[in-house]
C-alpha cells in the first residue's frame, strides 16, 4: 500500500515536470563556453612561447643579444649593455 502511494507521486512528479528552466541551461552553457575559450587560448599561448623559446635557442649569439629584455631603450639598456 505505502509502495503504491509512492510510485503515485514519483509519477504525478514526472507528469508535472516540464524540463529544466532555460536560464539554468543557458547559465551551464555559457559557463562552458567560457571554460573552453579559456582553455583555448591558454593553449595557443603555451604553443607560442614554446616555438619562440625553440627560435630563440637555435639563433646566433649576435642575434639572442638583440632578443627580449636587452631591446630596452634608455639608460636601462644602455646600462645593460655596458655604455
Known amino acids: 500500500m505505502a509502495m503504491e502511494s509512492t510510485m503515485d507521486e514519483v509519477s504525478a512528479r514526472k507528469k508535472k515536470f516540464k524540463g529544466f ?7 551551464n552553457f555559457e559557463t562552458a563556453l567560457f571554460c573552453d575559450i579559456k582553455q583555448w587560448a591558454s593553449r595557443l599561448r603555451r604553443l607560442r612561447l614554446r ?30 649593455r655596458g655604455e
Open 21 to 27: 528552466p532555460l536560464l539554468v541551461i543557458f547559465k
Open 51 to 80: 616555438y619562440r623559446r625553440r627560435q630563440r635557442r637555435g639563433r646566433s649569439k649576435s642575434r639572442k643579444e638583440k632578443v627580449g629584455h636587452d631591446k630596452l631603450k634608455g639608460w636601462q639598456g644602455a646600462e645593460r
